[in-house]
């Protein structure tokens, strides 16, 4: 069966899209129409070369969701899911390319996410950090006996999770799994402790906009971060997208439930090859390509 991936926060790159914009009515006219909707250039920042301003929340975000979900539609013939995932931000890209919402619609919960997230953040810093060589379980110790908020925030493949959580509390679990055995404990360059209980003013207010969303039924099952299961109801894909800010984004859970269930060719929709190399991690027996 064939599955559509597509990436998250941090797939991002200066000049993403511009091909796509030089090469595809489609695409120009999905572009221009951004550009209306969100009030400013985009494509200015994305085709550009100033890769600190595209870093900003407000802008990578609806980045990355245009690049994904545009390519998905001029891909044509060759979009065929049979199931799709995404990636923390990318699960927007995936339900828009299932037809769960337009891309309009999309592209204002991806925008209203993006600033509340950054609200949060300034409301109460936090920070993540990437795990790398120690068990799931050991990880989800070490953070429940660390004082103040930290948690396990992406299970991203076997020996990379990455924890989230206020800033010395981050700080002191890294300390502690590196003394545990973890091969490396890198904070990341992130401005805030996504998909944990410090989202949940994030979480409040794109609830409001999710809920007030028309959502359809999807044309193939969408794997959820949440429950890393397959779903096609349209009010439970709801329900686990609201969750989705505060909860971990439980990728390995989702690949390995995905090839279980049939998957046998996985192509990442969107910029860059991150997904691709996690899928890899999870079972190297599975091809992957890129969606260009």
Not at 75 to 88: C, D, I, K, L, Y
Not at 232 to 250: G, H, S
Request: hydrophobic share 40%; charged share 20%.
């Amino acid at each position: 069966m064939k599955v559509f991936i597509f990436p998250g926060q941090g797939a991002q790159f200066p000049g993403m899209g511009k091909e796509l914009f030089e090469n595809s009515s489609i695409a120009k006219k999905r572009f221009d129409q951004a550009n209306e909707i969100l009030g400013f250039n985009i494509t200015e920042i994305m085709f550009g070369e100033d890769d600190q301003v595209l870093k900003e929340t407000k802008v990578t975000q609806p980045a990355i969701f245009l690049h994904s979900t545009i390519l998905s539609e001029v891909m044509n013939n060759r979009f065929r899911p049979e199931m799709v995932a995404g990636h923390s931000l990318g699960e927007f890209s995936a339900l828009v390319a299932a037809g769960v919402f337009r891309f309009e619609e999309g592209l204002s919960l991806v925008t209203e996410r993006a600033l509340a997230m950054q609200d949060a953040c300034n409301e109460e810093p936090g920070t993540m950090a990437a795990i790398l060589g120690l068990e799931d379980e050991k990880v989800e110790s070490i953070c429940e006996s660390i004082t103040g908020i930290v948690i396990p925030a992406n299970y991203n493949c076997p020996g990379q999770i990455v924890i989230s959580g206020t800033l010395q509390s981050v700080q002191n679990a890294c300390e502690a799994l590196k003394e545990a055995g973890a091969r490396r404990a890198i904070l990341l360059p992130v401005g805030g402790a996504f998909h944990s209980p410090l989202m949940a003013p994030a979480k409040d207010r794109l609830a409001e906009a999710i809920e007030n969303t028309s959502f359809h039924s999807p044309n193939c099952t969408v794997y959820q971060n949440v429950t890393a299961t397959g779903i096609t109801d349209p009010e439970k894909i709801r329900t686990n997208l609201i969750a989705q800010l505060t909860a971990p984004v439980q990728w390995t859970q989702c690949i390995k439930q995905m090839i279980a269930d049939g998957a046998s060719h996985f192509t990442e929709v969107g910029p860059g090859k991150v997904l691709q190399g996690l899928v890899k991690k999870i079972d190297r027996s599975i091809e992957t390509c890129s969606g260009v």
